[in-house]
């Protein structure tokens, strides 16, 4: 980060760097066309509610509920911003 980046900037940033381990999985920028659900698709909400399932464990998977346990509410918000964003109209 800059040191001219504003506080409103910082999310952004954290969600761009926080999307990218997605990107092994669920392709760049979310856009998986295989087995693995794109994220790009998927409504805000259903996204934060997915991550905080896999984080707590109410939701199985094969590693989204390792990968999901280091996230905090801001984290989890700032890739759903991300994914959010970068849907097609």
Do not use: W
């Not at 999307?19 to 979310?30: Q, R, S």
């Not at 994220?39 to 989204?64: I, Q, Y």
Request: aromatic share 4%; with cysteine; net charge positive.
């Amino acid at each position: 980060m800059s040191l001219d980046a504003s506080a409103s900037d910082q999310p952004a940033q954290r969600g761009t760097a926080l999307a990218n381990a997605c990107a092994t999985c669920h392709g760049p920028e979310g856009r998986s066309k295989g087995a693995i659900p794109p994220l790009v698709t998927m409504p805000e909400k259903m996204l934060r509610d997915s991550l905080r399932a896999f984080r707590n464990g109410e939701r199985s998977g094969t590693v989204m509920n390792r990968l999901a346990h280091g996230l905090d509410e801001a984290d989890i918000d700032a890739i759903a911003a991300y994914f959010t964003k970068r849907q097609r109209p």
